[in-house]
Nanobody, 124 residues
């Protein structure tokens, strides 16, 4: 099992940048694929980005391609989401999640463990 804690959220103006971090506990972190999701007020949670266990595979939802970058540091048990050129529509609570069953994939589904989330607010 793994526990996940997100940080790095905040208030930023449109066009700005933020870097989210997700710290994981447990020695099995490096064997999990990881993902980022978000949930805006009144909307369902949606997939944002994913990365395979060694970082060789990544996948992004179309709306963040070219602006967001997912990465991981297995030595630090941490996954990151670098968000550039932020837009007001990126405002949401951002969650990281761990996928223990398909470590070589970067997929939209299959996540068993979730963090509590961190708020990102982008002002226009």
């Amino acid at each position: 099992q793994v526990q996940l804690v997100e940080s790095g959220g905040g208030l930023v103006q449109a066009g700005g940048s933020l870097r989210l971090s997700c710290a994981a506990s447990g020695s099995t972190f490096s064997t999990y694929a990881m993902g980022w999701f978000r949930q805006a007020p009144g909307k369902e949670r949606e997939f944002v980005a994913a990365i395979s266990w060694f970082g060789g595979n990544t996948y992004y939802t179309d709306s963040v391609k070219g602006r967001f970058t997912i990465s991981r540091d297995n030595a630090k048990n941490t996954v990151y989401l670098q968000m550039n050129s932020l837009k007001p529509e990126d405002t949401a609570v951002y969650y990281c999640a761990a996928d223990p069953d398909s470590p070589h994939s970067a997929r939209v589904y299959g996540y068993d463990y979730w963090g509590q989330g961190t708020q990102v607010t982008v002002s226009s």
